[in-house]
Structures are given as structure tokens and as C-alpha cells.
């Protein structure tokens, strides 16, 4: 049985939120790629509060009721960051980084008011059909590295969109080693059923944007 968690594993990296409150995420010090809240994850998580979202000063919220499914979830700020929102939200990511995800959700839960969230185990390419009806949003933050998961995570972007359903992408580009080749794979493979806007950095949040960091909004080709 695994050893309990010390609290010396884990340290806290703080998102504020437009509100003033802050989202408190855990991150652990050793482990795998989903156990650190990336770049990409950040951006994406502020540019989905950006107020073509959510404005509470003219009413617009986005997020209010929608359904919400994260890939690849990590920490889970992203899917915490619209729950707090109103959205109502599944972060999945493989059963190793339920319990991190599950920290965070019960650490932030506070925040959480009309939206809600669950964690849930998904191993693209297998089945999904717990996660249908198909969610109004996908939600995925630097997805897009190993290539042996390039088909596995289009198959389920597949099984899981409906015709409304938008895909907001967001990706870091990175130019070392095989990654320019496996984001090339990904978004053949992606264009084949889908089709690809790329959000412009003015729509984006004004701090937390960069030059190396894509968001995309990608919807299935009618």
C-alpha cells in the first residue's frame, strides 16, 4: 500500500482570479509531467475568465451551466478555474493523478458556488461513453507531447464532440527535439474531421499570454 501523503511532497502555486480571490493548487515536488501546473495551463485558465466569458459587471457569463469535460487534466486548474465560474465540470487524467486532482478540488472547493466538479479516470483512446451526451466544451492544456498518444487523443476528441461541442486548446510550441513533428501529426491527424481557429492575443488575458503559447477554439467540420 502506498505511503500517505506527506504535506513535504507537495507545494502550492497560487492563480489569482479576476475577483481577487485565488485558486490554491497543489503541485508535487517529484512525478510526471501532470504533477506541475504548466504555462499553458495558466494562459488557458485566465484567458476562459477574459470577459467575452465571463462579465459579471454586464451580466455575461459563459460558463453558467455548461458542461465542461478536461483532458489531460494535471493539477486541474483549468477545469477549477470555470467551475468557480458556474460551469459544471469533469477533469479526468490517468488514475495515478486522481489523488492530486481530488486534493485540489476539495482544497478549492470554497470557490465553487453554482459550478461544480468531479475527477474522473480517461485513458484516451479507450471507451467514453460514461462522458456522453456530448459536453458543450473540451477543455485541453499542453496535451499535445508524447506521440504515441497522438492517435489515442484525436480518437477520443472523435467519440467525445458533437456538433456543438467547442474544443478550447491551448499548447506551448516547442522547438526542440520530436516536438515539432508530433504537433504536426496531431493537427493532420486533428484536420481530417475538425477545423482549427487560433485565438489572437489580443483576445487573450493581457498578463498571462505569450508569443510561444497557442489557444485554439476547434469545432467538428459540419
Given at each position: ?59 455575461v457569463n459563459v460558463w453558467s451551466g455548461r ?71 473540451v477543455l485541453m492544456a499542453d496535451c499535445i ?43 493532420e491527424l486533428l484536420q481530417q474531421n475538425f ?28
Amino acid at each position: 500500500m502506498a505511503a500517505k501523503a506527506d504535506k513535504n511532497e507537495y507545494f502550492v502555486r497560487e492563480i489569482d482570479r479576476n475577483d481577487g480571490c485565488a485558486l490554491k493548487v497543489k503541485q508535487c515536488f517529484l512525478g510526471d509531467v501532470g504533477c506541475v501546473v504548466w504555462d499553458a495551463a495558466i494562459v488557458l485558465a485566465k484567458y476562459l475568465e477574459t470577459k467575452q466569458f465571463y462579465d459579471p459587471s454586464s451580466g455575461v457569463n459563459v460558463w453558467s451551466g455548461r458542461t465542461v469535460l478536461e483532458l489531460g487534466a494535471g493539477t486541474g486548474v483549468v477545469g477549477l478555474m470555470v467551475a468557480t465560474l458556474g460551469a459544471q465540470v469533469i477533469v479526468t487524467d490517468l488514475e495515478d493523478l486522481q489523488t492530486l486532482l481530488k486534493m485540489n478540488i476539495h482544497e478549492n472547493q470554497a470557490l465553487i458556488n453554482s459550478g461544480s466538479i468531479t475527477a474522473k479516470v480517461l485513458k484516451w483512446g479507450e471507451d467514453v461513453s460514461e462522458f456522453l451526451p456530448h459536453p458543450d466544451y473540451v477543455l485541453m492544456a499542453d496535451c499535445i507531447y508524447y506521440e504515441q498518444s497522438i492517435v489515442p487523443l484525436v480518437e477520443s476528441l472523435k467519440l467525445l464532440c458533437g456538433p456543438k461541442t467547442c474544443i478550447v486548446c491551448c499548447y506551448e510550441q516547442r522547438t526542440e527535439g520530436v516536438n515539432p513533428e508530433v504537433e504536426r501529426q496531431f493537427f493532420e491527424l486533428l484536420q481530417q474531421n475538425f477545423c482549427c481557429e487560433e485565438i489572437p492575443s489580443e483576445k487573450q488575458d493581457p498578463e498571462f499570454s505569450s508569443p510561444d503559447i497557442h489557444i485554439l477554439h476547434i469545432r467538428r467540420k459540419a
